[in-house]
């Protein structure tokens, strides 16, 4: 969740705000509180999430729902008891009906209550390229140029590249329900192989299943340079060691202080390893692979636990 989140960062280029929009989508009630915590990880501004925004410090930011503009006579008047209840965070969703007359009730509302400065619209369907250049305008004839628009709908991050290249004037992203379920990489692929047993290295030889042996260490050098090695070898110089312990006899060793602390300390690592990656990993669209060395040691015990699985012997 954290990598899809990163990605729409990416993909949004600084450009407009992100907000996480994927609470109903997500598996459950506390995999919606952590899926917010791994896109506010990443730089994203705000959750419609309360529980998560209560547990770790974050910004609730949300806006209203179709069902309540339809639950009023009018749309007018869900969006004036909107506004009244929440003037700090009058965001109307103006596409229930007709985005058009959404905008120029909006506008109204806004102009009415002198909300200019901290209000704003979502468009949440049609062209909203086509949709946010017409509200731009209109809010802009009615002197509210500082009112920002948000838009939402089943985006991602390839959504995003697309609509802040056609230069769209769009202030924020809502990302929800590809993000809450990680749509395009709905499971992380791995698989477990035994490495060690009582201090004896092990491996596996089956055709095209090889493994290497022993507990292991990632070191990486600046510019993305990675070397596969054993746990007790020394850093090389200039090297960092990526695998680091977070549990001792049932403990954990880090991060330390309030939920929200240690989201403050996940945020610092992200910004350094991401800051760290080469133009071409930051690209939406894959590439090679950068190479991973093994480290001499590595090599070395690999071809000894082959020699002997090879040859029968017990270890």
């Known amino acids: 969740l954290a990598s899809k989140a990163a990605r729409c960062r990416l993909a949004a280029g600084g450009k407009a705000d992100l907000v996480e929009f994927g609470f109903r989508r997500t598996h459950g009630i506390e995999a919606g509180v952590l899926g917010a915590r791994c896109a506010a990880l990443v730089g994203f501004r705000g959750t419609s999430n309360m529980e998560a925004s209560r547990r ?21 008047d869900a969006f004036r008891a909107f506004a009244t209840d929440l003037p700090g965070q009058a965001i109307f969703l103006v596409d229930t009906y007709d985005t058009e007359s959404g905008v120029h009730d909006a506008a109204t509302v806004i102009a009415e209550l002198g909300l200019e400065d901290r209000a704003g619209i979502r468009i949440d369907s049609g062209d909203l390229i086509e949709e946010s250049h017409k509200a731009r305008a ?10 920002r628009i948000y838009v939402s709908g089943g985006l991602d991050e390839h959504d995003v590249a697309r609509l802040v290249a056609s230069g769209a004037p769009i202030d924020a992203f809502g990302i929800g329900t590809k993000l809450g379920v990680s749509a395009d990489a709905p499971v992380l692929d791995s698989a477990y192989k035994l490495v060690a047993y009582a201090g004896e290295p092990a491996m596996k030889l089956s055709a095209g299943k090889v493994s290497l042996p022993g507990a292991k260490q990632v070191f990486r050098r600046p510019g993305m340079s990675d070397c596969l090695g054993l746990a007790d070898e020394p850093v090389p110089p200039g090297a960092e060691a990526l695998l680091q312990p977070v549990m001792a006899q049932g403990a954990r060793l ?18 350094a390893d991401l800051e760290q990656l080469p133009d071409e990993l930051r690209a939406l669209e894959p590439g090679p692979a950068p190479a991973v060395e093994h480290t001499e040691a590595l090599r070395s015990l690999t071809d000894e636990v082959t020699a002997r699985l090879r040859g029968g012997r017990p270890g």
């Not at 209109?138 to 009112?147: F, H, I, K, S």
């Not at 880090?254 to 910004?271: I, M, N, Q, Y």
């Open 56 to 76: 770790f410090g974050l910004t609730p930011s949300g806006t209203m729902a179709h069902s309540y503009v339809e639950t009023f006579p009018t749309q007018i």
């Open 138 to 147: 209109r809010l802009d004839e009615a002197g509210l140029t500082r009112v």
């Open 254 to 271: 880090f991060p330390s202080g309030t939920a929200s602390t240690a989201l403050d300390e996940a945020r610092w690592r992200f910004e």
